[in-house]
Nanobody
């Protein structure tokens, strides 16, 4: 059982940076695969990044490679998404997810828990 709360969204200019946070409570944080997804109006939920620290696993969607970085602070039960070189097409609601499996981390259906989402808007 995991409860997730995202924060850190906001309005930024193209080329700017933003850091999202996802605070977790409940089941042992370090044992879960954590991921970030995003969803823009009229579009399906898109994979952004995932991490399973114990396995040294980090993974990024093609559209954000080289710009976004996922990290974790196990002591604080928090996962972060550092977003650099933001583009207008990055505009979306960003969701943090937690899953107990290591398979298909880029599929939303493999995650068991979700946060409420945080809005990121990038102006052109």
């Amino acid at each position: 059982q995991v409860q997730l709360v995202e924060s850190g969204g906001g309005l930024v200019q193209a080329g700017g940076s933003l850091r999202l946070s996802c605070a977790a409570s409940g089941r042992t944080f370090s044992s879960y695969r954590m991921g970030w997804f995003r969803q823009a109006p009229g579009k399906e939920r898109e994979f952004v990044s995932a991490s399973r620290w114990s396995a040294g696993f980090t993974y990024y969607g093609n559209s954000v490679k080289g710009r976004f970085t996922i990290s974790r602070d196990n002591a604080k039960n928090t996962v972060y998404l550092q977003m650099n070189s933001l583009k207008p097409e990055d505009t979306a609601v960003y969701y943090c997810g937690a899953g107990s499996t290591s398979r298909a981390a880029d599929r939303a259906s493999t995650y068991d828990y979700w946060g409420q989402g945080t809005q990121v808007t990038v102006s052109s």
